[in-house]
């Protein structure tokens, strides 16, 4: 007989009805108040997370300072994981050794002893090999933890209690930075300077109302654990701390070697934080085998405890320059660090939170933990007091004391009474040494009287002065200074502020791109490829059945090529980008948003110092710069406006100084070119004037030099200025019927 698993009355009375959608709310908002409190957003006060603040602590309750000697990890894991943090010991041993790598935190919080991973992305050794302890900085941390600075909470086995936040005597928010994802919020806070953190607050004690850039004088931006340059503008670092939301553009450090007779090599000596060495180098070997950097001919990794990546040129003529910005573009030698200050503000609400309002939080702790460190030791004080002047009045009646402890049944009510004594004072009587008496001398006595009453004194004076309590704040943090200065080798600032320097945009995009010669060819139902090499002969060509050749012309990989469709709109599209030679290509509606009622006019290489002449059927026309013909997205760009059922006709690149024009109907007109405006979009002018039909051609030559058409039997004619004298005439007029000779086709060109 198995064991019953329902209620004996059936059941019915204990099943309730819960609407899924409210228990999803009510459970998915618990787990993410949980994620957010205790798990993934720091506390402005101290910059810790929980799972940090326990390691601390664990590490403190075994009296891990950084004078002791090393304990072992699993110990320190077992502790953690058995008395403050019900987790996994993987995870918690993963915060515990980035706490230790002085490449992950800008100013260590664990000192380890052992393998603890590399910039490489390589791991730690296992917790049974490795070896920790505090450094100074967590004994800061834990400044007067044991004076009633911070409150204390049970664990959640409620055996012991922890801290709900640490004294924080240092910066740690912003000198060590911090990075979570929470649910519906994250965290990125890069690291900083802590001399220049303590200026600042120093700054912000005198002068509380201190604007953001004010303060930015003192922190001038992230300091990062493995160097780095920072290019961003002064006016982008002041706007993300007083937002709280913003990044950092952070460069790799380099410099060139010279290798006599004109070589040179790049030497990379730091990298972007949190960018693994290995993987950077290994995407770096792939963009080369890629043909994406033509400029480098090597990479090597020349490190041992430091960075040291070597970078070869192809030849001594390449500029390093160039070079470098193409694999900042390209690589993680150029990472973007995000700002977004989102923290537990009072270690309650989670906020995005500016540079001061952070700073200010941060003083007011300190202050807080100042006035309860201040009458902990007050009590402390008074107790002491009382048991001293408890022992004046038995040294000044030591025979009597001893004689009412020896004869007396209960003696502490008797003390008590004959001395006019409070409990404590006959119970510290009581409770005093035979070995005691001998020192146990009145002027011992009244010395430390008068010592701890000064104190007293003193601190009644600080708690009640608002002044002193700031100038009391002021000193400690002055000290942290003094510890962590820019003079100390673990204080000076390792990032720097540059300006990225002026590189031309189009040699950089150049540079990216191998240089090789192409084909391309697009077909009449508009499929476009590229063939390698320049070929001359194009009647070779194979199309889809029904397709045939619509424009062909020689480019490099490194041109841009403009696309003009019939409905005046203009796409670029990189030479390197098109599809290859085998097959047919591909659509080019795949490659941009092109409109189902437009085809394909027109395809060239785009010169920036070249201008057209765009006209449409109806004979509309202007004069447009490359330059500004180029589009950036798939969407293109609008050049010509036309509308149903006119259309762009032809496209003609600007030459000379007169401009022919020949209609559908035959008739041929030749102006000046400086008759037609020139313009980066628009309808266009009249170029000629028809009673019925449209533009046939258009071509532009100095008149100086002639015009001239060849016919289909390609045959050249040339006519002169006298001989085209009575076709002469001003835009928009009907012209004349065309010279003899010229093509049927009505066209220049045969």
């Not at 972007?272 to 480098?296: D, F, G, T």
């Amino acid at each position: 007989m198995g064991q019953q698993t329902t209620p004996p009355d059936g059941g019915d009375d204990n099943i309730q009805p819960v609407d899924l959608k409210a228990a999803l709310e009510e459970r998915y908002l618990a787990y993410a108040l949980s994620t957010i409190m205790h798990r993934a957003l720091p506390d402005v006060r101290d910059g810790l997370k929980p799972v940090h603040r326990r390691i601390i602590h664990a590490m403190s309750e075994m009296g891990l300072r950084s004078n002791s000697s090393f304990k072992k990890c699993a110990r320190i894991v077992g502790d953690v994981i058995g008395k403050f943090h019900p987790h996994g010991d993987q995870s918690v041993y993963d915060a515990l050794v980035r706490l230790a790598q002085d490449f992950s935190q800008r100013y260590p919080v664990v000192d380890g002893q052992g393998n603890f991973g590399n910039i490489d992305g390589d791991n730690a050794a296992a917790y049974r090999y490795t070896e920790a302890r505090m450094t100074d900085v967590a004994s800061l941390l834990l400044e007067g933890i044991d004076q009633d600075a911070v409150d204390f909470r049970p664990t959640y086995n409620e055996e012991d209690e922890e801290p709900v936040v640490l004294p924080g005597a240092f910066p740690n928010l912003l000198a060590n930075g911090a990075s979570g994802i929470a649910v519906g919020m994250a965290t990125s806070i890069p690291s900083h300077n802590v001399h220049e953190l303590c200026d600042a607050a120093l700054h912000l004690i005198r002068d509380r109302e201190a604007t953001v850039e004010k303060l930015v004088e003192f922190v001038q931006g992230p300091d990062l654990p493995t160097g780095g340059i920072i290019i961003d503008s002064r006016e982008s670092i002041i706007e993300a701390y007083r937002t709280g939301r913003g990044g950092f553009r952070v460069r790799s450090k380099w410099q060139t070697e010279d290798l006599g007779r004109g070589g040179y090599q790049i030497v990379v000596t730091e990298i972007p934080y949190q960018v693994q060495k290995s993987r950077l180098i290994e995407k770096i070997a792939e963009l080369l085998i890629a043909r994406k950097l033509p400029l480098l001919e090597d990479v090597r990794d020349e490190s041992a405890e430091d960075v040291r990546i070597v970078l070869v040129p192809k030849s001594r003529t390449v500029d390093p320059t160039i070079l470098m910005e193409s694999l900042f573009k390209l690589s993680e030698l150029e990472s973007r660090i995000p700002l977004n200050m989102n923290v537990l503000s009072m270690g309650r609400v989670p906020k995005v939170m500016g540079l001061r309002d952070v700073l200010v939080e941060w003083l007011d702790h300190r202050r807080e933990v100042l006035l309860r460190r201040s009458r902990h030791r007050l009590a402390a004080i008074d107790r002491r007091l009382e048991i001293l002047g408890g022992y004046l009045v038995a040294y000044l009646n030591l025979d009597e004391v001893i004689r009412i402890i020896r004869e007396e049944d209960e003696p502490k009510p008797v003390l008590m009474e004959t001395f006019s004594l409070t409990d404590v004072q006959a119970e510290a009587i009581l409770n005093m040494r035979l070995r005691s008496l001998r020192k146990l001398e009145e002027f011992e006595i009244r010395t430390e009287f008068d010592t701890l009453s000064k104190e007293k004194a003193e601190i009644e004076a600080l708690l009640a002065s608002d002044a002193q309590q700031w100038k009391t704040v002021a000193w400690e943090i002055g000290e942290v200074r003094k510890k962590f200065a820019k003079a100390t080798e673990l204080g000076r600032r390792r990032t720097q502020f540059a300006s990225a320097p002026e590189a031309d945009e189009e040699a950089i995009q150049q540079a990216m791109i191998e240089k090789e010669p192409v084909t391309v060819v697009i077909s009449e139902k508009g499929w476009i490829r590229a063939l390698k090499g320049h070929i001359a002969d194009t009647s070779g060509l194979q199309f889809k059945e029904g397709d045939a050749l619509k424009v062909a012309f020689p480019a490099q990989t490194t041109d841009r090529i403009l696309i003009v469709t019939t409905g005046g709109k203009v796409y670029t599209l990189g030479a390197d980008k098109l599809p290859g030679g085998r097959g047919h290509g591909e659509p080019l509606r795949i490659m941009v948003d092109m409109e189902n009622d437009q085809d394909v006019l027109t395809a060239f290489v785009h010169d920036p110092a070249q201008k057209v002449v765009v006209a449409s059927q109806a004979g509309n026309g202007f004069v447009v710069s490359e330059a500004d013909m180029v589009a950036n997205t798939r969407k293109g760009k609008q050049v010509m406006n036309v509308s149903m059922p006119d259309e762009t006709k032809l496209v003609v690149p600007v030459r000379g100084d007169h401009v022919a024009v020949v209609g559908e109907n035959r008739k041929m007109l030749i102006f000046p070119l400086v008759q037609l405006p020139e313009m980066a979009r628009g309808k266009g002018v009249r170029l000629q004037r028809y009673k019925d039909g449209g533009i046939s051609d258009l071509r532009c030559f100095a008149i100086a030099e002639g015009l001239t058409w060849d016919d289909s039997a390609g045959r050249t004619f040339v006519r002169t200025k006298e001989e085209l004298t009575e076709w002469l005439g001003d835009r928009a007029g009907a012209g004349r019927t065309v010279p003899k000779g010229f093509p049927r086709s009505g066209k220049f060109s045969g």
